[in-house]
């Protein structure tokens, strides 16, 4: 066990987390939501410290990431643990444990172990990805303060549930975020997900607000969160609150974990979304796990040229972000010094 941050303390050794937007109110002996931070004896500690359950070298195309360092490769890690419970988690084999107790196990390491591992691999970035970065807090602020000291920029992947201190305390750590806005209905975040829409839509402005570079992703559900109604709810939310800019991931649904009796989405539904979100205005929407689908290119927004090429998680980018047929610039950050 590691000491946690942001907590404080309340009577009779019951403490408040602040990570998340849950502000769990943990009395002692007893664990937060996310099953990973544990009140002991009146003072907060987090089992997820020196322990990840997962590393790889991805494509920072896979994060989704399409506007931030094209091909090149990130450093990826996460540990046990989730402060959401969504039915469809497809890393649940890695979320889902700690909330029936079971013990946070993985591999040791330190920040600095991480960082010369991202180092040795030529990565050029570090995402803490793959459960929810949320819980494993305090390992992702050390690894990504020391990742800067080497060079290195930081990525990112959540469900978007952070308190605002939280938030906060990141600012200047993080470069980039892919966040999940997995639906715009309260209703289907209390069924499915076990939280609430509100926090995320505020903490989606904040990051924009902070100057991170983001981008968003919704995974298209049948008959869940695919109407067209809302469809356009969540595009003209990122329009009008996010900028036009920001790139939206429509991404394919396969059935999982609880989710295990809907099909996976059609692609004419896919597409439909994509005709909604591009309607709305915004400039920059792609379809995914849908490889070899023109969607997957950067048009450009003023002539709609394709710009920059994809196939799969490899990208076809020589440096050249800026449309040659018309001259306009395609926002992202596109090398380590923008």
Same mark, same amino acid.
């Given at each position: 066990?590691?000491?946690?941050?942001?907590?404080?303390?309340?009577?009779?050794?019951?403490?408040?987390?602040?990570? +998340? !937007?849950?502000?769990?109110?943990?009395?002692?002996?007893?664990?937060?939501? +996310?099953?990973?931070?544990? @009140?002991?004896?009146? !003072?907060? /500690?987090?089992?997820?410290?020196?322990?990840?359950?997962?590393?790889?070298?991805? $494509?920072? %195309?896979?994060?989704?990431?399409?506007?931030?360092?094209?091909? #090149?490769?990130?450093?990826?890690?996460?540990?046990?643990?989730?402060?959401?419970?969504?039915?469809?988690?497809?890393?649940?084999?890695?979320?889902?444990? $700690?909330?029936?107790?079971?013990?946070?196990?993985?591999?040791?390491?330190?920040?600095?172990?991480?960082?010369?591992?991202?180092?040795?691999?030529?990565?050029?970035?570090?995402?803490?990805?793959?459960?929810?970065?949320?819980? /494993?807090?305090?390992?992702?602020?050390?690894?990504?303060?020391?990742?800067?000291?080497?060079?290195?920029? @930081?990525?990112?992947?959540?469900?978007?549930?952070?308190?605002? %201190?939280?938030?906060?305390?990141?600012?200047?750590?993080?470069?980039?975020?892919?966040?999940?806005?997995? !639906? /715009?209905?309260?209703? /289907?975040?209390?069924?499915?997900?076990?939280?609430?829409?509100?926090?995320?839509?505020?903490?989606?402005?904040?990051?924009?607000?902070?100057?991170?570079?983001? %981008?968003? #992703?919704?995974?298209?559900?049948?008959?869940?969160?695919?109407?067209?109604?809302?469809?356009?709810?969540?595009?003209?939310?990122?329009?009008?609150?996010?900028?036009?800019?920001?790139?939206?991931?429509?991404?394919?649904?396969?059935?999982?974990?609880?989710?295990?009796?809907?099909? $996976?989405?059609?692609?004419?539904?896919? %597409?439909?979304?994509?005709?909604?979100?591009?309607?709305?205005?915004?400039?920059?929407?792609?379809?995914?796990?849908?490889?070899?689908? $023109?969607?997957?290119?950067?048009?450009?927004?003023?002539?709609?040229?394709?710009?920059?090429?994809?196939?799969?998680?490899?990208?076809?980018?020589?440096?050249?972000?800026?449309?040659?047929?018309?001259?306009?610039?395609?926002?992202?950050?596109?090398?380590?010094?923008?």
């Amino acid at each position: 066990m590691h000491p946690a941050r942001h907590w404080k303390t309340l009577k009779d050794d019951t403490v408040q987390c602040r990570l +998340c !937007a849950h502000a769990c109110v943990i009395k002692a002996g007893a664990v937060g939501r +996310c099953g990973v931070r544990h @009140n002991m004896e009146g !003072a907060l /500690f987090t089992a997820t410290y020196d322990r990840i359950a997962a590393a790889n070298l991805d $494509p920072v %195309e896979k994060k989704p990431l399409y506007h931030f360092l094209p091909s #090149t490769t990130t450093f990826s890690f996460g540990t046990m643990g989730c402060n959401l419970r969504c039915s469809f988690c497809q890393n649940y084999s890695l979320s889902d444990p $700690p909330h029936h107790g079971v013990p946070v196990q993985g591999q040791l390491v330190t920040p600095e172990v991480l960082v010369d591992e991202a180092l040795r691999l030529n990565a050029q970035s570090i995402s803490y990805t793959y459960s929810e970065p949320t819980i /494993f807090y305090e390992l992702m602020a050390d690894t990504a303060s020391r990742a800067i000291e080497h060079g290195l920029m @930081n990525v990112m992947v959540s469900n978007g549930f952070q308190s605002k %201190e939280c938030l906060d305390s990141l600012n200047g750590l993080i470069h980039a975020c892919n966040i999940d806005l997995k !639906a /715009f209905t309260e209703e /289907f975040y209390e069924t499915h997900c076990g939280a609430k829409l509100k926090p995320v839509l505020r903490n989606l402005k904040h990051i924009v607000s902070m100057g991170w570079w983001l %981008e968003v #992703t919704t995974l298209l559900i049948p008959g869940a969160n695919d109407s067209d109604a809302e469809l356009n709810d969540i595009a003209c939310f990122i329009r009008d609150e996010l900028g036009k800019h920001v790139p939206w991931h429509i991404s394919r649904f396969h059935p999982t974990h609880r989710m295990l009796d809907r099909p $996976p989405t059609p692609l004419e539904r896919l %597409e439909r979304a994509w005709e909604i979100g591009k309607q709305c205005g915004l400039e920059y929407v792609y379809l995914g796990n849908v490889h070899g689908h $023109p969607s997957e290119h950067t048009a450009c927004p003023s002539c709609g040229k394709i710009v920059i090429r994809r196939t799969g998680y490899r990208t076809l980018f020589k440096g050249a972000h800026v449309c040659q047929t018309c001259g306009t610039s395609i926002p992202g950050i596109w090398s380590l010094t923008p």
